[in-house]
Nanobody
Framework: QVQVVESGGGLVQPGGSLRLSCAAS????????MAWYRQAPGKQRELVAA???????NYVDSVKGRFTISRDNAKSTLYLQMNSLKPEDTAVYYC??????WGQGTQVTVSA
């Protein structure tokens, strides 16, 4: 059964950094789009960043210049480096593999 597991969330002060990881099982990792989403309390889940099998990347405007998505196909792992974090980045962050495999999420809280 294909699954993904996120890690790396936590509490950080404004301006701080975190790196999220998403470990994927199965053999299709290198061939599919991988993405990070987030859902803040009372809000809809939104796409944060995505990277396809060729390495093309898209970001939501609110994180451009602060977040970096990357993938290590040899390790079947997706990353999200988050710098200059703001309170509005507080959310549960989810990893998605391909069109429909989701992780359980990892909480990111940005607060003084």
């Amino acid at each position: 059964q294909v699954q993904v597991v996120e890690s790396g969330g936590g509490l950080v002060q404004p301006g701080g950094s975190l790196r999220l990881s998403c470990a994927a099982s199965g053999s299709i990792f290198s061939r599919v789009v991988m993405a990070w989403y987030r859902q803040a309390p009372g809000k809809q889940r939104e796409l944060v960043a995505a990277i396809d099998s060729a390495g093309s990347i898209n970001y939501v405007d609110s994180v451009k210049g602060r977040f970096t998505i990357s993938r290590d196909n040899a390790k079947s792992t997706l990353y999200l480096q988050m710098n200059s974090l703001k309170p509005e980045d507080t959310a549960v962050y989810y990893c998605r593999q391909g069109p429909g495999v989701w992780g359980q999420g990892t909480q990111v809280t940005v607060s003084a």
